[in-house]
């Protein structure tokens, strides 16, 4: 993947990440804060935890660190799956956001 595939590829996932955060907040009492600054974006939640979702473009990667650790993704061609095979970005995102909202929360397109 060239470093222009990658720019735009992540950048995607992040207007998801924030769009998913918008549909969340009207469609439930979640009350994500999301903030993005560059190749970051932090979600703030309700009891003061926060996930954090940020580029690592030298590596061509997504990070996600969480409560439960942290996630490295790379895109395959189709979706990003975790460095270590154990899961896909949206899926993972949207277990952590539930688990620290205390709710069910979907992300993804």
């Not at 969340?24 to 993005?36: C, G, L, P």
């Not at 993972?92 to 688990?99: G, I, K, M, P, T």
Request: hydrophobic share 35%; proline share 3%; net charge negative.
């Amino acid at each position: 993947m060239t470093d222009p595939e990658y720019m735009d590829q992540a950048e995607a996932l992040l207007r998801q990440v924030e769009s998913d955060c918008d549909r969340i907040n009207e469609e439930t009492d979640a009350d994500i804060d999301s903030q993005r600054v560059g190749g970051m974006v932090t979600l703030g939640f309700r009891n003061g935890s926060q996930i954090v979702v940020n580029l690592q473009k030298p590596l061509h990667e997504v990070w996600l660190a969480a409560r439960a650790g942290g996630f490295h993704y790379r895109f395959d061609g189709k979706r990003w799956v975790d460095t270590k095979g154990s899961g896909e970005f949206f899926e993972d995102l949207a277990r952590e956001a539930s688990d620290q909202a205390g709710q069910p929360l979907r992300f993804g397109a």
